[in-house]
C-alpha cells in the first residue's frame, strides 16, 4: 500500500499509536462493564 | 399534543431552517457547498458523523429493541471502535491527501473510469432509496401516534431538510447536525429522568433494573457462535466490523463527513468521537427502553402499541375475541405488577429471593404476557390480512406511544423535535452525499468535463433538491408498501461488503488491476446474493463474505490480467 504523500503546507501529522491503543483498552472496559451490569441484574 | 409541545416543535423546525440557510455564505463554489473548503473543526465533524448514523428509525427502533428484547442489541456495535481505528490508518489519509470530492473519484486514480463508475451507481442506486425509507419509516410511526396525515408529516420532515441543504450544502448539513445531536442527546437524557420519577415510590432505577435483569433484559454480551443470530458477541465484533468498516470508509455519506475536516488529523479525530462515544449512547438509548419496560412492569400497558390496527380488529367481527385476550393480558399485568413490588419490596429488604417462588412466578406471568401479545398479533393478522405484523415491527411504537401518554407538556415536544432531529440529520447528510456524487461522478466527469464552477454549483443544488424530491416520493410509496423496506435494507447489506472488497483491493494491494477489480466488484455482489438466497446466515456476516468474495475474485483475475500480453 502507498499513502499518497501530504501536501505542501498540510500541518504535520501527530503520532497516533497512543491513542488508538487507548480506544481499544476503553473498549474492553467498557465491554467488561456491560458484561458485569448483566451479572450485577441478573 | 399540547399548544406548547407544537410552539417547541415549530420553533424548534424554524430554528434548524434558518441556522442552515445562515450557513450558504460561504458556498460561492463547489469546493464550499461540498467540502467546506476542508476548514471544519474535528468536533463539529465528529458530531455530524454521528449525528448522520444516528437517524430516527435508531432512536425510535433501538428504544423498542430495548423494551422487548433488553440490552443484547448493543453488541452490533462491537466492531465499530476497532473500524474506526484501521479507518484513521488507513482511508483518512489516502482520501485527504488525494483531494478527492467522493470516495469514488479514487477508485478511478487507482484503477479506472469503469470501477468508479460502478461503484458511485451502486451507492446512489442503494442510498437513494435508503434515503426515502429513512424519511418514511419516523412519518409513518408519528402519523399513526399522533394521528396527523402522513403526507404532510413527510412533507414536515422532507421540505425543511431539502431546503436548508439545497441552499446551504455541507456547511449547514455540518452545523445543523451539531444542533441536532445536543437535542437528541438532550431528549435522551431527559427521557431516563422522566423514566425514573416515572417509577412508584419506593422502587429506585437500581430495582426496577433488577427486576427488567430478572428476564434477561440486562444480559448484553452472547459468546454462542451462531452464523444464524444477528446479535452475539462474533456477529458484532466480527461482522459488525466489517460493516462499520464499508460504511464509515466506502459510504460517501460518512467518508465527505470526515473529507470537510481541516487536516489528516482532524479528520481521524472527528472519527475517534465515535469510537469512544457510540456504545455508551447506544446502550444509554437501550437503557430507556429497558426503562419503559420497568414502568410498564406497575402501569399498564397497551397490548398492542399500534392503535390503527387494534382499531381495525375493534370493528370486526372477531372483537369479542380480541376482548377475550385484553381481559387474559389484564389480569396476567395485574398479576406480574403484584409479584413486580413484592420482589422490589424484598430486594429493598435486603433479602434474597433469588431461588424463590415469587422470581419464579414473575418471569412465568412475563412470558405469559409475551404469549397472549403473540395471540393478539396472530389475530390482528387474520384480520387485517397484514401477514408483515408482527412483534418486531410492533415494537417501533413503544417509544413514541409512551412519549405521548406518559411524558409531560413540553417534553413531548421536545421529543418529537428530537426524532424529526434524528431523521432530518441524517436525510441532510445523505442529500447532501448524492448530490456530490450524482455531480461530481457523472454529470463533471461524463456529460459536461470542463464546464465553469458556478455551472457546476448550481448543478450542484438542482441535483440536492432533485434527490430531495425523488426521497419524498420514495418515503410516500414505501409507507404503503411497506415491504419495500425490507428489499432496501436486504439490498444495502448486499453492497456494503462487496464495495469494501473493491477498497481493499485499492488500498491494500497493489498487484490489483482494473479489470480484477471490475470483475470483484461484480463477484462480490453475486457471492452475497447466492448466501443470502441459500443459507439463513445473518445480514451482519454478508459483509464479510462480499468482502472476502470481492478480494478473492479480484486478486484471482488480476493476476491472469496481468500475464496476458
Redesign the interface.
Known amino acids: 500500500m502507498s499513502v499518497p504523500t501530504p501536501h505542501a503546507g498540510d500541518p504535520p501529522e501527530r503520532d497516533r499509536r497512543g491513542t488508538y491503543l487507548a480506544v481499544i483498552l476503553t473498549e474492553v472496559a467498557v465491554l467488561v462493564a456491560l458484561w458485569m451490569l448483566g451479572r450485577s441484574f441478573s | 399534543m399540547r399548544p406548547l409541545d407544537w410552539i417547541v416543535v415549530f420553533t424548534y423546525l424554524v430554528w434548524i431552517v434558518y441556522d442552515g440557510l445562515k450557513r450558504s455564505k460561504a458556498t460561492d463554489r463547489v469546493e464550499g457547498y461540498f467540502l467546506a473548503n476542508r476548514t471544519l473543526p474535528w468536533w463539529a465533524v465528529g458530531l455530524s458523523v454521528m449525528a448522520t448514523q444516528l437517524s430516527a428509525i435508531t432512536l425510535v427502533g433501538t428504544t423498542g429493541q430495548g423494551f422487548a428484547d433488553g440490552?443484547r442489541f448493543?453488541q452490533f456495535y462491537?466492531g465499530l471502535?476497532?473500524a474506526?481505528?484501521i479507518l484513521?490508518?488507513?482511508v483518512v489519509?489516502?482520501f485527504h491527501?488525494?483531494?478527492v470530492y467522493t470516495a469514488y473519484e479514487y477508485l478511478e486514480r487507482r484503477f479506472d473510469v469503469k470501477v468508479r463508475t460502478l461503484a458511485s451507481a451502486l451507492f446512489l442506486c442503494s442510498r437513494g432509496l435508503s434515503c426515502g425509507v429513512i424519511v418514511a419509516a419516523p412519518a409513518v410511526i408519528l402519523s399513526i401516534v399522533l394521528e396527523w396525515n402522513l403526507t404532510l408529516t413527510i412533507l414536515a420532515i422532507g421540505a425543511p431538510t431539502v431546503l436548508y441543504t439545497m441552499i446551504g450544502g455541507v456547511q449547514a448539513v455540518t452545523w445543523t447536525d451539531v444542533k441536532q445531536m445536543v437535542i437528541i442527546t438532550a431528549a435522551v437524557a431527559a427521557a431516563v429522568v422522566v423514566l425514573a420519577l416515572d417509577l412508584p415510590v419506593g422502587v429506585s432505577v437500581?430495582e426496577a433494573?433488577?427486576l427488567?435483569?430478572?428476564t434477561?433484559r440486562?444480559?448484553?454480551?452472547d459468546f454462542r457462535f451462531d452464523l444464524d443470530q444477528t446479535y452475539t458477541f462474533w456477529s458484532g465484533l466480527v461482522g459488525g466490523l466489517f460493516l462499520m468498516l464499508s460504511y464509515f470508509g466506502c459510504d460517501q455519506s460518512q467518508v465527505q463527513r470526515y473529507l470537510t475536516a481541516r487536516?489528516?488529523?482532524e479528520g481521524?479525530d472527528s472519527l475517534?468521537m465515535s469510537?469512544?462515544a457510540k456504545?455508551?449512547l447506544q446502550?444509554l438509548i437501550l437503557l430507556t427502553g429497558v426503562l419503559v419496560y420497568a414502568v410498564y412492569l406497575f402501569q399498564p400497558p397497551p397490548m398492542v402499541f399500534n392503535p390503527v390496527h387494534e382499531r381495525r380488529v375493534r370493528a370486526s367481527g372477531r372483537a369479542a375475541e380480541y376482548a377475550g385476550l385484553e381481559q387474559a393480558f389484564a389480569r396476567t399485568v395485574e398479576q406480574r405488577r403484584q409479584l413486580a413490588a413484592a420482589l422490589a419490596d424484598d430486594r429493598l429488604a435486603g433479602e434474597a429471593l433469588a431461588g424463590s417462588g415469587a422470581r419464579q412466578a414473575f418471569v412465568e406471568s412475563d412470558r405469559e404476557i409475551r404469549r397472549i401479545r403473540e395471540q393478539a398479533f396472530v389475530l390482528i393478522r387474520d384480520v387485517t390480512g397484514d401477514a408483515r405484523f408482527r412483534e418486531d415491527g410492533e415494537r417501533n411504537y413503544v417509544f413514541p406511544t409512551f412519549i405521548v401518554t406518559r411524558m409531560p407538556i413540553g417534553l413531548v415536544g421536545l421529543m418529537i423535535a428530537a426524532i424529526f432531529a434524528a431523521a432530518m440529520s441524517s436525510i441532510a447528510a445523505e442529500l447532501n452525499s448524492l448530490a456530490t456524487s450524482t455531480v461530481i461522478d457523472f454529470y463533471r466527469r461524463l456529460a459536461r468535463p470542463e464546464a465553469s464552477d458556478r455551472h457546476y454549483l448550481v448543478v450542484s443544488k438542482v441535483a440536492t433538491g432533485l434527490w430531495g424530491v425523488f426521497a419524498c416520493v420514495v418515503a410516500a410509496y414505501s409507507a404503503q408498501l411497506g415491504s419495500l423496506i425490507e428489499v432496501v435494507n436486504r439490498f444495502g447489506s448486499f453492497f456494503y461488503g462487496t464495495l469494501l472488497g473493491v477498497f481493499v483491493l485499492a488500498?491494500?494491494?497493489?498487484r490489483a488491476t482494473a479489470n480484477g477489480a471490475f470483475a470483484g466488484l461484480i463477484g462480490g455482489l453475486a457471492a452475497v446474493t447466492v448466501v443470502a438466497l441459500t443459507t439463513n446466515i445473518s445480514f451482519l456476516w454478508h459483509n464479510v463474505v462480499g468482502c472476502v468474495g470481492a478480494v478473492a475474485l479480484g486478486l484471482a483475475v488480476s493476476a491472469v490480467d496481468r500475464g496476458r500480453p
Open positions: 440490552l448493543v462491537f471502535p476497532l474506526m481505528v484513521s490508518v488507513t489519509p489516502f491527501r488525494a483531494r437500581p433494573l433488577g427488567a435483569g430478572m434477561g440486562m444480559q448484553t454480551l487536516s489528516v488529523d481521524r475517534m469510537a469512544y456504545i455508551p446502550a488500498i491494500g494491494t497493489r
